[in-house]
Protein backbone atom coordinates (compact mmCIF):
# COMPACT_ATOMS: atom_id res chain seq x y z
CA UNK A 1 0.00 0.00 0.00
CA UNK A 2 1.34 3.68 -1.33
CA UNK A 3 1.49 6.11 0.66
CA UNK A 4 2.61 9.78 0.32
CA UNK A 5 3.25 13.19 1.89
CA UNK A 6 3.27 16.83 1.48
CA UNK A 7 5.47 19.00 3.75
CA UNK A 8 4.69 22.43 4.40
CA UNK A 9 7.01 25.09 6.34
CA UNK A 10 6.71 28.18 8.09
CA UNK A 11 9.35 30.73 7.13
CA UNK A 12 11.04 33.17 9.48
CA UNK A 13 11.23 37.68 8.59
CA UNK A 14 12.52 40.53 9.81
CA UNK A 15 9.98 42.56 8.28
CA UNK A 16 6.18 41.55 8.37
CA UNK A 17 4.36 41.08 5.08
CA UNK A 18 1.79 43.51 4.12
CA UNK A 19 -1.73 43.13 2.95
CA UNK A 20 -3.93 45.39 0.70
CA UNK A 21 -6.74 43.29 -0.06
CA UNK A 22 -9.53 40.78 1.71
CA UNK A 23 -8.05 37.30 0.97
CA UNK A 24 -9.90 33.74 1.14
CA UNK A 25 -8.54 31.08 3.24
CA UNK A 26 -6.09 27.88 1.41
CA UNK A 27 -7.16 24.63 1.95
CA UNK A 28 -3.98 21.85 1.06
CA UNK A 29 -5.96 18.94 -0.76
CA UNK A 30 -6.11 16.50 2.38
CA UNK A 31 -7.63 16.67 6.30
CA UNK A 32 -9.21 14.73 8.69
CA UNK A 33 -12.88 15.38 8.04
CA UNK A 34 -14.06 11.78 6.49
CA UNK A 35 -13.61 10.97 10.70
CA UNK A 36 -16.26 11.04 13.38
CA UNK A 37 -14.06 12.52 15.62
CA UNK A 38 -11.34 14.36 13.54
CA UNK A 39 -8.70 15.09 15.54
CA UNK A 40 -9.63 12.79 18.05
CA UNK A 41 -6.74 10.79 18.19
CA UNK A 42 -3.52 11.55 20.71
CA UNK A 43 -0.85 13.71 19.59
CA UNK A 44 2.40 12.75 21.24
CA UNK A 45 5.00 15.62 22.01
CA UNK A 46 8.52 14.58 22.35
CA UNK A 47 10.16 17.21 24.83
CA UNK A 48 13.42 16.16 24.12
CA UNK A 49 15.62 19.26 23.96
CA UNK A 50 12.49 21.42 23.66
CA UNK A 51 13.55 24.76 25.52
CA UNK A 52 11.34 26.20 28.59
CA UNK A 53 7.22 25.92 28.32
CA UNK A 54 7.57 24.36 25.08
CA UNK A 55 5.16 21.68 25.35
CA UNK A 56 2.48 23.45 26.65
CA UNK A 57 2.74 26.01 24.10
CA UNK A 58 2.45 23.23 21.80
CA UNK A 59 -0.91 22.32 23.27
CA UNK A 60 -2.03 26.10 23.04
CA UNK A 61 -1.71 25.90 19.37
CA UNK A 62 -3.40 23.35 19.07
CA UNK A 63 -6.31 24.07 21.01
CA UNK A 64 -6.39 27.48 19.77
CA UNK A 65 -8.50 25.49 16.84
CA UNK A 66 -10.58 23.77 19.14
CA UNK A 67 -14.25 24.39 19.14
CA UNK A 68 -17.97 21.99 18.67
CA UNK A 69 -16.27 20.61 15.57
CA UNK A 70 -12.91 19.11 17.35
CA UNK A 71 -10.77 19.13 19.64
CA UNK A 72 -7.18 18.58 19.45
CA UNK A 73 -5.92 15.81 22.75
CA UNK A 74 -2.76 15.11 23.50
CA UNK A 75 -1.38 11.90 25.16
CA UNK A 76 1.62 11.66 28.04
CA UNK A 77 4.76 13.34 26.36
CA UNK A 78 6.30 10.18 24.05
CA UNK A 79 9.43 10.87 21.62
CA UNK A 80 7.33 7.35 19.90
CA UNK A 81 9.45 8.34 16.13
CA UNK A 82 13.32 8.18 18.05
CA UNK A 83 14.43 11.52 16.58
CA UNK A 84 13.43 10.52 13.14
CA UNK A 85 11.41 13.00 11.29
CA UNK A 86 9.60 12.66 9.15
CA UNK A 87 8.31 9.16 10.10
CA UNK A 88 4.95 7.34 9.25
CA UNK A 89 4.33 5.81 11.91
CA UNK A 90 0.55 6.08 12.74
CA UNK A 91 1.84 8.69 15.76
CA UNK A 92 1.23 12.38 15.06
CA UNK A 93 4.36 13.63 16.43
CA UNK A 94 6.05 16.72 17.50
CA UNK A 95 9.33 17.30 18.01
CA UNK A 96 12.51 19.31 18.11
CA UNK A 97 15.34 19.30 16.01
CA UNK A 98 16.96 19.92 12.44
CA UNK A 99 17.93 19.76 10.60
CA UNK A 100 15.27 21.99 8.78
CA UNK A 101 16.56 24.46 5.83
CA UNK A 102 17.61 28.00 6.42
CA UNK A 103 15.27 30.39 7.63
CA UNK A 104 12.47 27.54 8.73
CA UNK A 105 10.79 27.89 11.67
CA UNK A 106 9.03 24.81 11.98
CA UNK A 107 8.12 22.09 9.07
CA UNK A 108 5.02 19.33 8.99
CA UNK A 109 4.52 16.47 7.68
CA UNK A 110 0.97 15.04 6.54
CA UNK A 111 0.35 11.47 5.12
CA UNK A 112 -2.26 10.36 3.29
CA UNK A 113 -3.18 7.11 1.14
CA UNK A 114 -2.11 6.72 -2.84
CA UNK A 115 -5.71 5.90 -3.45
CA UNK A 116 -7.54 8.64 -1.29
CA UNK A 117 -5.21 11.10 -1.12
CA UNK A 118 -8.03 13.51 0.50
CA UNK A 119 -7.88 11.90 3.86
CA UNK A 120 -5.23 12.31 6.19
CA UNK A 121 -3.76 9.44 8.20
CA UNK A 122 -1.41 10.92 10.31
CA UNK A 123 0.76 14.71 10.86
CA UNK A 124 4.38 14.70 12.10
CA UNK A 125 5.84 18.18 12.81
CA UNK A 126 9.18 19.94 13.68
CA UNK A 127 10.25 22.85 15.39
CA UNK A 128 13.96 23.79 14.33
CA UNK A 129 17.18 23.97 17.21
CA UNK A 130 18.71 26.84 15.62
CA UNK A 131 16.04 29.65 16.71
CA UNK A 132 16.10 31.42 19.68
CA UNK A 133 12.51 30.94 20.98
CA UNK A 134 10.20 32.61 23.08
CA UNK A 135 8.23 29.66 25.23
CA UNK A 136 6.29 32.25 27.14
CA UNK A 137 2.71 33.64 27.05
CA UNK A 138 3.74 37.21 27.00
CA UNK A 139 5.39 39.33 24.26
CA UNK A 140 8.29 37.85 22.65
CA UNK A 141 11.63 39.77 22.59
CA UNK A 142 12.69 41.64 19.66
CA UNK A 143 15.27 38.91 18.10
CA UNK A 144 12.44 35.74 19.58
CA UNK A 145 10.32 33.82 17.47
CA UNK A 146 6.62 32.86 18.88
CA UNK A 147 6.76 28.70 19.58
CA UNK A 148 2.81 29.64 20.32
CA UNK A 149 1.95 31.12 17.09
CA UNK A 150 3.83 28.97 15.16
CA UNK A 151 2.26 25.45 16.77
CA UNK A 152 -0.82 27.17 16.16
CA UNK A 153 0.11 27.87 12.23
CA UNK A 154 1.68 24.45 12.49
CA UNK A 155 -1.46 22.97 13.74
CA UNK A 156 -3.63 24.59 10.82
CA UNK A 157 -1.71 22.52 8.16
CA UNK A 158 -2.09 19.44 9.65
CA UNK A 159 -5.90 20.25 9.79
CA UNK A 160 -5.84 21.20 5.65
CA UNK A 161 -5.18 24.56 6.08
CA UNK A 162 -2.85 25.97 3.45
CA UNK A 163 -0.51 29.49 3.30
CA UNK A 164 -2.83 32.80 3.22
CA UNK A 165 -1.58 36.03 2.59
CA UNK A 166 -3.45 38.39 1.43
CA UNK A 167 -6.09 38.36 4.37
CA UNK A 168 -6.84 40.94 6.50
CA UNK A 169 -6.04 40.86 9.48
CA UNK A 170 -3.59 39.00 9.55
CA UNK A 171 -3.97 35.21 9.81
CA UNK A 172 -2.23 32.55 11.94
CA UNK A 173 -1.94 30.90 8.46
CA UNK A 174 0.27 33.63 6.96
CA UNK A 175 3.17 32.25 5.47
CA UNK A 176 5.83 34.44 7.62
CA UNK A 177 6.14 35.14 11.23
CA UNK A 178 8.17 38.43 11.77
CA UNK A 179 10.77 37.94 15.01
CA UNK A 180 9.10 40.07 18.40
CA UNK A 181 5.86 39.21 17.42
CA UNK A 182 2.95 37.18 17.59
CA UNK A 183 0.15 35.76 16.13
CA UNK A 184 -2.08 33.70 18.07
CA UNK A 185 -5.18 33.56 18.02
CA UNK A 186 -7.62 32.51 14.95
CA UNK A 187 -8.70 35.83 12.94
CA UNK A 188 -11.67 35.48 10.78
CA UNK A 189 -9.96 34.03 7.71
CA UNK A 190 -8.80 30.44 9.67
CA UNK A 191 -11.72 30.21 11.77
CA UNK A 192 -13.63 30.23 7.84
CA UNK A 193 -11.36 27.74 6.66
CA UNK A 194 -11.55 25.79 9.49
CA UNK A 195 -15.53 25.54 9.06
CA UNK A 196 -15.12 25.16 5.48
CA UNK A 197 -13.52 21.97 6.19
CA UNK A 198 -15.02 20.63 9.50
CA UNK A 199 -18.48 22.72 9.60
CA UNK A 200 -20.09 25.63 11.13
CA UNK A 201 -19.69 25.30 15.12
CA UNK A 202 -22.62 23.91 16.94
CA UNK A 203 -24.78 27.08 18.43
CA UNK A 204 -27.51 25.70 21.40
CA UNK A 205 -31.03 27.47 21.60
CA UNK A 206 -33.24 26.44 24.45
CA UNK A 207 -36.82 26.73 25.99
CA UNK A 208 -38.38 26.28 29.45
CA UNK A 209 -42.37 25.43 29.73
CA UNK A 210 -44.05 26.41 31.77
CA UNK A 211 -43.00 29.88 32.35
CA UNK A 212 -43.84 30.26 36.49
CA UNK A 213 -44.22 27.75 38.91
CA UNK A 214 -44.71 28.38 42.98
CA UNK A 215 -44.67 25.47 45.28
CA UNK A 216 -44.56 24.49 49.14
CA UNK A 217 -40.72 24.20 50.13
CA UNK A 218 -39.78 20.78 49.92
CA UNK A 219 -42.07 20.21 46.88
CA UNK A 220 -40.58 19.39 43.73
CA UNK A 221 -41.34 22.40 40.91
CA UNK A 222 -41.22 20.62 37.34
CA UNK A 223 -41.00 21.91 34.23
CA UNK A 224 -39.84 20.31 30.63
CA UNK A 225 -37.08 22.09 28.72
CA UNK A 226 -36.41 21.85 25.16
CA UNK A 227 -32.79 22.30 23.84
CA UNK A 228 -31.42 22.36 19.69
CA UNK A 229 -28.38 21.92 18.14
CA UNK A 230 -28.76 24.12 15.28
CA UNK A 231 -25.02 24.08 14.13
CA UNK A 232 -23.56 21.70 11.83
CA UNK A 233 -21.32 19.68 14.26
CA UNK A 234 -21.88 17.26 17.07
CA UNK A 235 -22.56 18.72 20.15
CA UNK A 236 -21.09 16.11 22.94
CA UNK A 237 -21.97 16.17 26.62
CA UNK A 238 -24.85 18.76 26.60
CA UNK A 239 -26.10 19.35 30.27
CA UNK A 240 -28.33 21.53 32.16
CA UNK A 241 -27.29 23.39 35.40
CA UNK A 242 -28.21 25.99 37.73
CA UNK A 243 -27.09 30.15 36.93
CA UNK A 244 -28.95 31.99 39.74
CA UNK A 245 -28.59 31.46 43.03
CA UNK A 246 -31.57 29.97 44.67
CA UNK A 247 -32.11 27.68 47.33
CA UNK A 248 -33.15 24.86 45.57
CA UNK A 249 -32.32 21.29 44.58
CA UNK A 250 -31.98 21.15 40.97
CA UNK A 251 -31.83 17.74 38.91
CA UNK A 252 -32.66 17.52 35.18
CA UNK A 253 -33.16 14.17 32.94
CA UNK A 254 -33.74 13.48 29.20
CA UNK A 255 -37.44 12.63 27.97
CA UNK A 256 -38.75 11.02 24.99
CA UNK A 257 -39.76 14.04 22.60
CA UNK A 258 -42.90 11.88 21.41
CA UNK A 259 -43.96 11.48 24.85
CA UNK A 260 -42.41 13.28 27.48
CA UNK A 261 -41.29 9.90 29.49
CA UNK A 262 -38.25 10.19 31.02
CA UNK A 263 -35.01 8.01 29.34
CA UNK A 264 -31.42 7.46 30.35
CA UNK A 265 -30.60 8.23 34.34
CA UNK A 266 -30.76 11.74 36.00
CA UNK A 267 -28.26 14.76 35.80
CA UNK A 268 -27.08 12.53 32.28
CA UNK A 269 -25.12 14.60 29.93
CA UNK A 270 -26.33 13.78 26.00
CA UNK A 271 -25.02 14.39 23.00
CA UNK A 272 -26.72 16.31 20.05
CA UNK A 273 -26.51 15.68 16.57
CA UNK A 274 -26.68 18.90 14.05
CA UNK A 275 -30.29 19.92 14.21
CA UNK A 276 -30.98 17.56 17.03
CA UNK A 277 -33.66 18.80 19.72
CA UNK A 278 -33.49 16.70 22.91
CA UNK A 279 -36.60 17.18 25.58
CA UNK A 280 -35.95 17.36 29.43
CA UNK A 281 -38.05 17.49 32.78
CA UNK A 282 -36.38 19.52 34.93
CA UNK A 283 -37.44 19.56 38.67
CA UNK A 284 -36.67 22.39 41.32
CA UNK A 285 -36.87 21.34 45.18
CA UNK A 286 -36.84 24.44 47.06
CA UNK A 287 -35.07 24.04 50.87
CA UNK A 288 -36.77 27.31 51.74
CA UNK A 289 -39.18 30.02 50.85
CA UNK A 290 -38.10 31.77 48.01
CA UNK A 291 -39.54 34.83 47.00
CA UNK A 292 -40.49 35.06 43.04
CA UNK A 293 -37.25 34.89 40.94
CA UNK A 294 -36.30 34.29 37.00
CA UNK A 295 -34.60 31.48 37.64
CA UNK A 296 -31.70 31.58 35.04
CA UNK A 297 -30.28 28.06 33.42
CA UNK A 298 -27.34 27.02 31.81
CA UNK A 299 -27.92 25.18 28.78
CA UNK A 300 -24.56 23.75 27.37
CA UNK A 301 -22.42 21.06 26.02
CA UNK A 302 -18.49 20.66 26.39
CA UNK A 303 -17.93 21.90 23.26
CA UNK A 304 -20.10 25.03 23.06
CA UNK A 305 -20.90 28.26 24.14
CA UNK A 306 -24.22 28.49 26.63
CA UNK A 307 -27.39 28.84 24.50
CA UNK A 308 -28.44 32.68 25.32
CA UNK A 309 -30.34 33.52 28.18
CA UNK A 310 -33.78 34.79 27.44
CA UNK A 311 -36.00 36.19 30.15
CA UNK A 312 -39.23 34.50 29.89
CA UNK A 313 -38.17 31.87 27.02
CA UNK A 314 -35.97 29.74 28.71
CA UNK A 315 -35.72 30.72 32.52
CA UNK A 316 -38.65 29.59 35.08
CA UNK A 317 -39.87 32.44 37.30
CA UNK A 318 -39.92 30.19 40.67
CA UNK A 319 -41.18 31.09 44.39
CA UNK A 320 -41.87 28.90 47.03
CA UNK A 321 -43.30 29.06 50.25
CA UNK A 322 -43.86 27.38 53.99
CA UNK A 323 -47.35 27.74 53.48
CA UNK A 324 -49.94 26.77 50.69
CA UNK A 325 -50.02 28.94 47.62
CA UNK A 326 -51.75 28.96 43.83
CA UNK A 327 -49.43 27.50 41.73
CA UNK A 328 -50.88 28.42 38.42
CA UNK A 329 -49.45 26.21 35.28
CA UNK A 330 -49.94 27.76 32.25
CA UNK A 331 -49.51 26.89 28.29
CA UNK A 332 -50.30 29.00 25.22
CA UNK A 333 -51.58 28.34 21.73
CA UNK A 334 -51.65 30.12 18.63
CA UNK A 335 -54.24 29.93 15.25
CA UNK A 336 -51.09 28.20 13.92
CA UNK A 337 -49.36 26.10 16.66
CA UNK A 338 -45.81 28.06 16.11
CA UNK A 339 -46.21 30.02 18.78
CA UNK A 340 -46.53 33.08 16.85
CA UNK A 341 -49.43 35.69 17.07
CA UNK A 342 -49.26 37.34 13.49
CA UNK A 343 -51.27 40.66 13.83
CA UNK A 344 -52.91 41.93 10.67
CA UNK A 345 -52.13 45.34 9.63
CA UNK A 346 -54.75 48.65 10.04
CA UNK A 347 -57.42 47.57 12.13
CA UNK A 348 -56.68 43.22 12.41
CA UNK A 349 -56.27 42.07 15.73
CA UNK A 350 -54.19 38.77 16.41
CA UNK A 351 -55.20 36.33 18.91
CA UNK A 352 -54.03 33.67 20.98
CA UNK A 353 -55.65 31.64 23.94
CA UNK A 354 -54.10 30.25 27.42
CA UNK A 355 -54.90 27.10 29.44
CA UNK A 356 -54.00 26.95 32.67
CA UNK A 357 -54.18 24.83 35.67
CA UNK A 358 -54.18 25.47 39.50
CA UNK A 359 -51.77 22.98 41.18
CA UNK A 360 -51.63 24.75 44.78
CA UNK A 361 -53.98 26.57 46.81
CA UNK A 362 -56.98 28.03 45.95
CA UNK A 363 -56.88 32.15 45.59
CA UNK A 364 -58.43 35.37 43.47
CA UNK A 365 -56.27 35.96 40.57
CA UNK A 366 -55.76 38.70 37.94
CA UNK A 367 -54.90 38.00 34.94
CA UNK A 368 -52.99 40.65 32.79
CA UNK A 369 -50.61 40.67 29.32
CA UNK A 370 -47.97 42.89 28.17
CA UNK A 371 -44.86 43.25 26.22
CA UNK A 372 -42.17 41.73 28.89
CA UNK A 373 -40.84 45.22 29.46
CA UNK A 374 -40.02 46.06 25.63
CA UNK A 375 -41.93 48.88 24.19
CA UNK A 376 -44.42 47.48 21.38
CA UNK A 377 -47.09 49.66 19.43
CA UNK A 378 -49.31 46.76 20.88
CA UNK A 379 -52.97 47.67 22.23
CA UNK A 380 -54.01 44.28 24.45
CA UNK A 381 -57.12 43.20 26.07
CA UNK A 382 -58.29 39.65 27.44
CA UNK A 383 -61.45 38.07 28.47
CA UNK A 384 -62.19 34.13 30.07
CA UNK A 385 -63.11 32.07 28.10
CA UNK A 386 -65.76 29.17 28.10
CA UNK A 387 -63.58 26.07 27.68
CA UNK A 388 -65.44 24.25 25.05
CA UNK A 389 -66.38 26.90 22.90
CA UNK A 390 -63.52 29.66 23.00
CA UNK A 391 -66.06 32.60 23.85
CA UNK A 392 -65.45 35.12 26.09
CA UNK A 393 -67.22 34.78 29.00
CA UNK A 394 -67.03 39.03 29.50
CA UNK A 395 -65.89 41.82 27.12
CA UNK A 396 -61.97 41.78 26.47
CA UNK A 397 -60.28 44.35 29.01
CA UNK A 398 -57.03 45.02 30.36
CA UNK A 399 -57.60 42.75 33.17
CA UNK A 400 -59.63 39.78 33.94
CA UNK A 401 -60.05 38.86 38.05
CA UNK A 402 -61.61 35.48 39.26
CA UNK A 403 -61.14 33.15 41.44
CA UNK A 404 -59.44 30.16 40.93
CA UNK A 405 -59.92 26.83 43.16
CA UNK A 406 -57.46 24.44 43.44
CA UNK A 407 -57.44 22.18 40.64
CA UNK A 408 -59.52 24.57 38.45
CA UNK A 409 -58.69 24.91 34.71
CA UNK A 410 -59.94 28.73 33.77
CA UNK A 411 -59.20 29.53 30.05
CA UNK A 412 -58.31 32.95 28.74
CA UNK A 413 -58.40 34.36 25.17
CA UNK A 414 -55.86 36.88 24.53
CA UNK A 415 -56.37 39.93 21.48
CA UNK A 416 -53.88 41.92 19.91
CA UNK A 417 -53.70 45.15 17.69
CA UNK A 418 -51.04 47.29 16.28
CA UNK A 419 -50.47 50.74 15.40
CA UNK A 420 -47.43 50.25 13.44
CA UNK A 421 -45.06 47.04 12.24
CA UNK A 422 -43.69 45.17 14.37
CA UNK A 423 -40.40 43.22 13.09
CA UNK A 424 -40.01 39.22 13.56
CA UNK A 425 -37.49 39.25 16.66
CA UNK A 426 -39.21 36.22 18.90
CA UNK A 427 -36.42 36.42 21.02
CA UNK A 428 -37.44 40.30 22.13
CA UNK A 429 -40.59 40.69 20.65
CA UNK A 430 -42.91 38.79 22.89
CA UNK A 431 -46.44 38.91 24.65
CA UNK A 432 -46.71 37.53 28.46
CA UNK A 433 -50.19 36.33 30.31
CA UNK A 434 -49.51 36.88 33.96
CA UNK A 435 -51.80 35.48 36.79
CA UNK A 436 -50.94 37.51 40.15
CA UNK A 437 -52.42 36.61 43.51
CA UNK A 438 -53.80 39.64 45.76
CA UNK A 439 -50.66 40.52 46.80
CA UNK A 440 -48.89 40.68 43.15
CA UNK A 441 -46.94 37.54 42.99
CA UNK A 442 -47.07 36.51 39.64
CA UNK A 443 -48.38 32.58 40.24
CA UNK A 444 -48.62 31.56 36.49
CA UNK A 445 -47.02 33.33 33.05
CA UNK A 446 -46.49 32.05 29.47
CA UNK A 447 -45.60 33.61 26.33
CA UNK A 448 -45.97 33.77 22.85
CA UNK A 449 -43.77 35.65 20.09
CA UNK A 450 -45.33 38.53 18.15
CA UNK A 451 -45.23 39.82 14.71
CA UNK A 452 -47.03 41.80 11.71
CA UNK A 453 -46.84 40.51 8.59
Excluded at 180 to 206: C, F, K, N
Aim: charged letters at 10%.
Amino acid sequence: MKRWWHVARLLGSVVLLLSSQAGAFQLVGSDWSYRANPMGDDWRICPNGMPGEAVQRTKDGGQAWNYSGFAFTFGSEACLSHGQYPLHNQVNQVDFGGPLPRGVLAENTRWFLAHAPSETIECDMRFSNVVDWYTGTDTPGRQQSDWWSVAAHEMGHCLGLDHEDSALPLPVMSTRLTVGTSVRALAPDDIAGRQALYGAPAVLVAAVLPGSRSVRVGTPATAFATVINTGASLATGCSIALRSNVAAVFTFQATDPRTNAVIGLADTPVDLAPSQAQTFVLAFTPQAAISSTDVQLSFRCRNTAPAAVLSGLNTLLLSASTSPIPDIVALAATPNNNGIVDVPAASGTGIFSVATVNLGASATMTATADTAGVSLPVTITLCATNAATGACLAAPAPSVTLPIPSHATPTFGVFITANAPIPFDPARHRLVLRLQDSGGTTRGATSVAVRTP
